[in-house]
């Protein structure tokens, strides 16, 4: 990703690295830093225990008067599909044998807002707006496919010659559960995510 962004928009005043958001606030560097902050859909790949270290990290790095705009999955709405499917999934008489020990990576953003709201308080933020966001997408199979096979980690997990009737599957199941009542054959995605705008 590193590269990629540097092949497509580098400048001489823009630098890419890699670094860990529990530690990047401790760096001298960094910390006190920036006017601006942005984290989207990053954050809920890190241990959902480690969440808050991360965010006091970036949120270091900010100057006095500096804002941040963080954007994160969560399932507060307790409406994240990604769930029901890897637990369909691993009771699944076919599938099951290869997701059955699949644990998902992702920790989805669990505080409520107004927990979320006291704690930005508490990395030093004087200015805060945190909400959820629902955004309906309607998915072609097409489009559900090459989505599955793009964020759900466990379809490496099948064989190689199995993943088109994987794939083929968890459509259909998908499709029993969430179609889109508008767009016959399409599938109705529901994500919600917290977005947080903080001033320091």
């Not at 006091?56 to 709405?77: F, M, N, Q, Y």
């Not at 599909?81 to 644990?103: D, E, F």
């Not at 599938?187 to 917290?194: Q, S, Y």
Request: net charge negative.
């Amino acid at each position: 990703m590193i590269a990629t962004a540097q092949n497509s928009n580098s400048a001489s005043n823009v630098r890419y690295v890699v670094w860990d958001a529990r530690t990047v606030g401790d760096n001298p560097e960094w910390r006190d830093r920036f006017d601006k902050v942005v984290s989207f859909f990053v954050i809920h790949w890190i241990p959902s225990a480690d969440q808050p270290k991360a965010l006091e990290g970036i949120l270091a790095c900010l100057k006095k008067g500096g804002e941040g705009l963080i954007l994160i999955s969560t399932d507060v709405g307790s409406r994240h599909a990604v769930r029901g499917t890897v637990l369909h999934l691993k009771n699944h008489p076919k599938w099951g044998v290869y997701v059955k020990q699949y644990v998902l990576p992702a920790g989805w953003w669990s505080r409520s807002i107004k927990d979320t709201d006291e704690l930005m308080k508490t990395y030093g933020c004087t200015s805060v707006n945190c909400e959820i966001a629902t955004d309906h997408i309607s998915l072609s199979e097409l489009q559900f496919k090459l989505t599955a096979k793009t964020l759900l980690s466990f379809v490496s997990l099948i064989p190689a010659e199995e993943q088109e009737a994987f794939l083929d599957d968890l459509y259909r199941q998908a499709l029993l559960d969430l179609e889109d009542k508008d767009q016959p054959g399409h599938i109705h995605c529901v994500a919600e995510f917290v977005v947080m705008h903080v001033r320091k």
